[in-house]
């Protein structure tokens, strides 16, 4: 069974710091790009940051270059994204996700997401 559970989320104050884990399970984590996603009330989903299968390449929003790291650890099946000097725009739902092209097919997982507050 395919399994994304995100942690790390909480209540901050603006220009403070989180960091969101993403443990996956169910499926080989070492063959997917890994991606975070935020979606605050009333918007559309919206991509944070992604890193490739093998870390090799990484992507930003613009909104969070500098702020924001992704990385991800193989061997333990886990994603992060360290967030610093957050804004009360950061306030968002943040989401998971696991991305595979085999051939013409796509495969996407998604986790149930972890709330993150900035606010004082």
């Known amino acids: 069974q395919v399994q994304l559970v995100e942690s790390g989320g909480g209540l901050v104050q603006p220009g403070g710091s989180l960091r969101l884990s993403c443990a996956a399970s169910?499926?080989?984590?070492?063959?997917?790009?890994m991606s975070w996603y935020c979606q605050a009330p009333g918007k559309e989903r919206e991509l944070v940051a992604a890193v490739t299968s093998a870390g090799r390449r990484i992507n930003y929003a613009d909104s969070v270059k500098g702020r924001f790291t992704i990385s991800r650890d193989n061997a333990k099946n886990t994603v992060y994204l360290q967030m610093n000097s957050l804004k009360p725009e950061d306030t968002a739902v943040y989401l998971c996700n696991a991305n595979r092209r085999l051939g013409a097919a796509e495969v996407d997982y998604w986790g149930q997401g972890t709330q993150v507050t900035v606010s004082s």
């Open positions: 169910g499926f080989t984590f070492s063959m997917y790009s």
